[in-house]
């Protein structure tokens, strides 16, 4: 979980809407200053090249019944969301020994930018070309899974289908397959500690470890192997 915390940088006081109060207006200026670092740090992790974020700060009229806060105020993440899109939950705290409180408070991120999304029509079960996908500058308000370059889903296979403009999801999506249909394989067969290896042709698509039928070139038979590494397969027995 990401937790985010930081400590406000001002003098004891400085968000009070009066002697004795916290200032409901400052508050919400210092929360967005700190939503808009969270999301940088995570843009800068990302690698996005260019964004902008939409921020509404939900803060409870309670806040301004709050006493000032005599120390540096925290903030922390009140939910399970790593993306900083969407429907955000945070907490405020004031730790003063005298008078500590809690406020929880509501944040809700639309971000803009470039993301990729299907050209086409895509089956599961297809391997990602360059053609199949295309940048498209978009608002998510909502927290979903998405790339912004192109090389961070090309060669990989879909686990679903994806409409003509739809983000494509790294979460739908599996590793390039170690070994593909119609092409040529080395199939290992081994038994009662004797091996041997046998030229063979793909009948399917697979990744590591899984089951995938074979063909061997020699005698024709088509067979079950385990796929064990690139353009290699193992047989069942």
């Known amino acids: 979980m990401m937790v985010f ?3 406000l940088m001002l003098a004891p006081g400085a968000l009070a809407s009066g002697k004795d109060n916290q200032d409901k207006t400052e508050l919400v200026r210092w929360v967005k200053t700190k939503i808009e670092q969270e999301i940088a740090g995570y843009a800068n992790r990302q690698r996005w090249s260019d964004y902008k974020a939409d921020i509404d700060i939900n803060v409870p009229s309670a806040v301004t019944h709050l006493p000032a806060c005599p120390i540096p105020l925290y903030i922390s993440a009140a939910d ?9 939950r945070r907490q405020v705290e004031c730790q003063s020994g005298d008078q500590p409180w809690k406020l929880n408070i509501t944040v809700q991120v639309n971000l803009r930018l470039p993301v990729i999304v299907a050209t086409t029509h895509i089956r599961r079960d297809t391997k ?14 909502r927290a979903e899974a998405f790339a912004t370059r192109p090389e961070e889903v090309l060669g990989q296979r879909t686990l679903r289908r994806f409409r003509s403009g739809q983000i494509i999801s790294p979460l739908q999506l599996q590793p390039l397959w170690m070994v593909e249909e119609g092409e040529s394989v080395m199939i290992i067969a081994s038994k009662n500690g004797m091996a041997a290896s046998m030229a063979g042709e793909a009948l399917q698509n697979g990744v590591k470890g899984e089951q995938i039928s074979v063909r061997n070139i020699s005698s024709g038979k088509v067979i079950q192997a385990i796929v064990v590494e690139r353009g290699k397969v193992e047989t069942i027995f």
């Open 5 to 7: 915390i930081a400590s």
């Open 80 to 88: 399970q969301q790593n993306l900083p899109v969407g429907y955000l």
């Open 128 to 141: 990602l070309t360059a053609d199949m996908l295309k940048t498209q500058t978009l608002t998510l308000s």
